[in-house]
């Protein structure tokens, strides 16, 4: 069968371009919680939010790190790092940022499929976008952190100046300074990166793991 090129589809085929409904999800014949048993800890998702300079990725590779030296399965979604690929084809605007969330939640809840620990550091600035993501989660799966630091602390450590340049006006739909940014209303965990230290927050993210008995203290084969 000859494949049709996006130029020579109509506007009607192509608005249902990947919306088929004849499509059934099929099941593994491994399941998650067998995929924890071999893990020796449960699947979650570390949802790291904060504006940007307020230490979202510094502290998810950092509780990675950690965690891993503890023989867990992690993995760190970067908002930047995603961008480059998976979500390369989406600006800043409402719309595109509400599809960014989307898509990584999406792949999150696969991750989390695997029987991983997963990071997320992203802004995910709107708090509509953060709820339907933990609403497609299981109960207890979806962990807000919030990495709460002022904009006037967030823009001194503007080491890659991005800041300076929306205040300029050369980026727009800039967090903080031309777009909102909703600060959790329940998160579970807040973690003040104006004062406290990185070592201390990440101690924290572990702690709160270890309490809810996402990991324990067995989880712990090898050193950094």
Known sequence: ??????????????????????????QSNVTRAQRERLNQHKGLTLWFTGLSGSGKSTLSHGVERRLFAMGCRTYVLDGDN?????????????????????????????????GLIVLTA????????????????????FIEVYCKSSLEVCEQRDVKGLYRRARAGEIPNFTGISSPYEVPEYPELILNTETESVES????????????????????????
């Open 1 to 26: 069968m000859t494949q049709l090129t996006n130029a020579q589809l109509t506007n009607a085929q192509l608005t249902n371009v990947g919306k088929s409904t004849n499509i059934v999800w099929h």
């Open 82 to 114: 995603v961008r480059h690929g998976l979500n390369s084809d989406l600006g800043f605007s409402d719309k595109d940022r509400v599809e960014n969330i989307r898509r990584v939640g999406e792949v999150a809840k696969l991750f989390m499929d695997a």
């Open 122 to 141: 992203f802004i995910s600035p709107f708090r509509s976008d953060r709820r339907l993501v933990r609403q497609s989660m299981a109960e207890g799966d």
């Open 201 to 224: 927050c990440i101690t924290q993210v572990v702690d709160f793991l270890l309490q809810r008995g996402v990991i324990s203290m067995d989880n712990r084969f090898g050193q950094e």
